[in-house]
Antibody
C-alpha cells in the first residue's frame, strides 16, 4: 500500500524558513515523479513543484520560484520542500503526492507574526 | 503559463440529477487533463485521467470528455456522497495548473 506522510509544518514568521518532509513507503520511491501541492484555507488547490525520480529535473510554480526548493533522498525514501522568504500568502496545507494519484494527509504551514 | 478556467464555481443539484462541470484551457493541452474530487479536510482523489479514462475504483457514474482546450466532467446521477469540490488539472506543460474548483452542493 502506498503511504505518504508529511511533516515539518508549523508557525513561522514572515521572511522565515521551513523544511517540509514526506516519507514514502509501499513502492519503489526512486522510480516516480513526486509533487508538492498546497491549499490555502478555504481556497483551491495550487500545484507548487515536482521532481523526477533521480532528482535532476525540477519545476516550480511562478509564485514560489526562487524561494522554494524541492529535493529528494532516494536512500531515505524522502521528499523535501525547502521554503524560504516565507510570506503570509504561503499559509496553506502542503500535500505531497506520487504521480498526483496518491496523496499524503498534508501538513499545515502558517506564516504570521 | 496555461490557465484553466473552470465553471461553474458552484452548483446546487438534487440526488439523481445529471451534473456537468467544464474546464477550458488557455491553449491546447491534448488530453493531458485529470479531474479530482476533494471532500472537506481530505486530500484530493483522482477520478479521471487522460481526459476520459476512469480511475480504478471510481464509480461509473463519473465520466470525462474533451480534447485540446475544452473538457467536461459529468456525473450521470448525483449521489449524496458526491457532495464535494471538483478540480481539473492540466499536466501538459509546467507549471501544472488546476482549475479554480466547482463546489457541488446537494
Amino acid at each position: 500500500e502506498v503511504q505518504l506522510v508529511e511533516s515539518g509544518g508549523g508557525l513561522v514568521q514572515p521572511g522565515g524558513s521551513l523544511t517540509l518532509s514526506c516519507v514514502a513507503s509501499g513502492f519503489t520511491f526512486s522510480r516516480y515523479w513526486m509533487h508538492w501541492v498546497r491549499q490555502a484555507p478555504g481556497k483551491g488547490l495550487v500545484w507548487v513543484s515536482h521532481i523526477n525520480g533521480d532528482g535532476y529535473n525540477t519545476n516550480y510554480a511562478d509564485s514560489v520560484k526562487g524561494r522554494f526548493s524541492i529535493s529528494r533522498d532516494n536512500a531515505k525514501n524522502t521528499l523535501y520542500l525547502q521554503l524560504n522568504s516565507l510570506r503570509a500568502e504561503d499559509t496553506a496545507v502542503y500535500y505531497c503526492s506520487r504521480d498526483l494519484i496518491h496523496w499524503g494527509q498534508g501538513t499545515l504551514v502558517t506564516v504570521s507574526s | 503559463d496555461i490557465q484553466m478556467t473552470q465553471s461553474p464555481s458552484s452548483l446546487s443539484a438534487s440526488v439523481g440529477d445529471r451534473v456537468t462541470i467544464t474546464c477550458r484551457a488557455s491553449q491546447g493541452i491534448r488530453d493531458d487533463l485529470g479531474w479530482y474530487q476533494q471532500k472537506a479536510g481530505k486530500a484530493p482523489r483522482r477520478l479521471i485521467y487522460g481526459a476520459s479514462s476512469l480511475q480504478s475504483g471510481v464509480p461509473s457514474r463519473f465520466s470525462g470528455s474533451g480534447y485540446g482546450t475544452e473538457f467536461t466532467l459529468t456525473i450521470s446521477s448525483l449521489q449524496p456522497e458526491d457532495f464535494a469540490t471538483y478540480y481539473c488539472l492540466q499536466h501538459n506543460t509546467s507549471p501544472l495548473t488546476f482549475g479554480g474548483g466547482t463546489k457541488v452542493e446537494i
